[in-house]
């Protein structure tokens, strides 16, 4: 009779635990529990804590998804557990804000012992989930993006560090878009302005030296100097159409300082220097070198531009970093 007794509990006990979804979730089977809580919720819609408990269900899955670094089907895993949340369930959405950021802290962790292209893949999704977190009003996900941005922020400096070391070789345009487009990622990103600054400058200083073109003329700085208040550029001008000829006139040139100052050359600079550039005819597929003098500068001048109006409409302008003239360097 006892053995009985014992054996009608224990299948009591069974058939019990079978329908009572909380201790099949205690005791592992949660896939069971989870069938059961939704039947459940089709019979009871509004009951929020029910809800809960298929959420973290699916919550308690993307955690496990996120170990093993599959990170995409963690994200999905807990959008499909916010299908159950209640729109006012504010505990519910704060929590998911918490798994997005950890999902996210966890790709940017990955991402440091990655190579380059999984590492910017990594970390692009990283922030992208911990954006998501702050979204939904878990703020704790900010101090992490500003590590990564700072981070991120050395890392693109450093590169178009390189890149620009690059194209002072061979000049090849594509470095410096580049390079420029990733200063420009670095500043967007509130990396230290007065490097960047710096590189900007290291930029202009050698583009002043490379010979630009603009329709059919090009030109050139060759050097750089000063004498008293006098500064003296060399300039080399070029015709680059096939036939023809064009008037060359120096005083179309003129110099536009920081303080938007407008400067225009030395016109009898002739008479005290030699090698100055006058009036002259130059013929196309031919170059003209020479000195253009602006007079009442001196080495701290900085200047903005200087800029040439050809008599044939044709505007060139060359782009002076923003440093005083003395510290102009042609690397």
Same mark, same amino acid.
């Given at each position: 009779? &006892?053995?009985?007794? /014992?054996?009608?509990?224990?299948?009591? =006990?069974?058939?019990?635990?079978?329908? #009572?979804?909380?201790?099949?979730? *205690?005791?592992? @089977?949660?896939?069971t529990a989870?069938?059961?809580?939704?039947?459940?919720l089709? #019979? @009871?819609?509004?009951?929020?804590?029910?809800?809960?408990?298929?959420?973290? &269900?699916?919550?308690?899955?993307?955690?496990?998804?996120?170990? &093993? %670094?599959r990170?995409?089907?963690?994200?999905?895993?807990?959008?499909?557990?916010m299908?159950?949340?209640?729109?006012?369930? =504010?505990?519910?959405?704060?929590?998911?804000?918490?798994?997005?950021?950890?999902?996210?802290k966890?790709?940017?962790?990955?991402?440091?012992?990655?190579? @380059?292209?999984?590492?910017?893949?990594?970390?692009?999704?990283?922030?992208?989930?911990?954006?998501?977190?702050?979204?939904?009003?878990?703020?704790?996900?900010?101090?992490? !993006?500003?590590?990564?941005?700072?981070?991120?922020?050395?890392?693109?400096?450093?590169?178009?560090?390189?890149k620009?070391?690059?194209?002072?070789?061979?000049? @090849?345009? *594509?470095?410096?878009? =580049?390079?420029?487009? !990733?200063?420009?990622?670095?500043?967007?990103?509130?990396?230290?302005?007065?490097? /960047?600054?710096?590189?900007?400058?290291?930029?202009?200083?050698?583009? !002043?030296?490379?010979?630009?073109?603009?329709?059919?003329? =090009? /030109?050139?700085?060759?050097?750089?100097?000063?004498?008293? #208040?006098?500064?003296?550029?060399?300039?080399?001008?070029?015709?680059?159409?096939?036939?023809?000829?064009?008037?060359? %006139?120096?005083?179309?040139?003129?110099?536009?300082t920081?303080?938007? #100052?407008?400067?225009?050359?030395?016109?009898?600079a002739?008479?005290?220097?030699?090698?100055?550039?006058?009036? *002259?005819?130059?013929?196309?597929?031919?170059?003209?070198?020479?000195?253009?003098?602006?007079?009442? !500068?001196?080495?701290?001048?900085?200047?903005?531009?200087?800029?040439?109006?050809?008599s044939?409409?044709?505007?060139?302008?060359?782009?002076f970093?923003? /440093?005083?003239?003395?510290? &102009?360097?042609?690397?």
């Amino acid at each position: 009779m &006892i053995k009985i007794s /014992i054996l009608l509990f224990v299948v009591l =006990s069974f058939i019990a635990c079978e329908k #009572n979804p909380d201790q099949l979730l *205690r005791s592992g @089977d949660v896939e069971t529990a989870l069938v059961i809580y939704k039947d459940l919720l089709n #019979n @009871d819609y509004d009951n929020i804590e029910l809800r809960r408990k298929i959420i973290r &269900i699916y919550f308690s899955k993307a955690e496990s998804l996120k170990k &093993i %670094d599959r990170f995409d089907e963690a994200a999905r895993m807990l959008e499909k557990g916010m299908i159950y949340s209640h729109v006012s369930d =504010s505990e519910i959405i704060l929590e998911y804000g918490k798994y997005l950021c950890e999902i996210g802290k966890s790709c940017i962790e990955k991402a440091q012992n990655s190579d @380059d292209f999984d590492k910017n893949s990594l970390t692009t999704k990283g922030v992208r989930f911990i954006k998501q977190s702050i979204d939904q009003g878990y703020s704790d996900g900010k101090e992490i !993006l500003k590590m990564v941005d700072s981070e991120a922020a050395a890392i693109y400096f450093k590169e178009a560090e390189s890149k620009i070391e690059m194209w002072k070789s061979n000049k @090849d345009k *594509r470095l410096l878009e =580049s390079a420029e487009d !990733l200063l420009s990622k670095s500043e967007n990103l509130n990396y230290n302005k007065s490097r /960047i600054r710096e590189l900007k400058d290291k930029i202009l200083s050698n583009e !002043l030296f490379i010979n630009e073109s603009i329709d059919s003329i =090009s /030109i050139s700085l060759e050097e750089i100097r000063f004498n008293g #208040n006098d500064l003296l550029l060399k300039v080399k001008y070029s015709d680059n159409r096939n036939d023809g000829f064009r008037m060359f %006139d120096p005083e179309r040139f003129e110099i536009i300082t920081s303080k938007n #100052n407008l400067i225009q050359p030395e016109k009898e600079a002739y008479k005290t220097y030699s090698g100055v550039m006058q009036r *002259r005819r130059v013929n196309a597929g031919s170059s003209y070198s020479g000195y253009i003098v602006f007079s009442g !500068l001196n080495k701290n001048t900085k200047i903005r531009e200087l800029r040439l109006s050809s008599s044939l409409g044709e505007i060139f302008v060359k782009e002076f970093p923003s /440093i005083p003239l003395k510290d &102009i360097t042609r690397d």
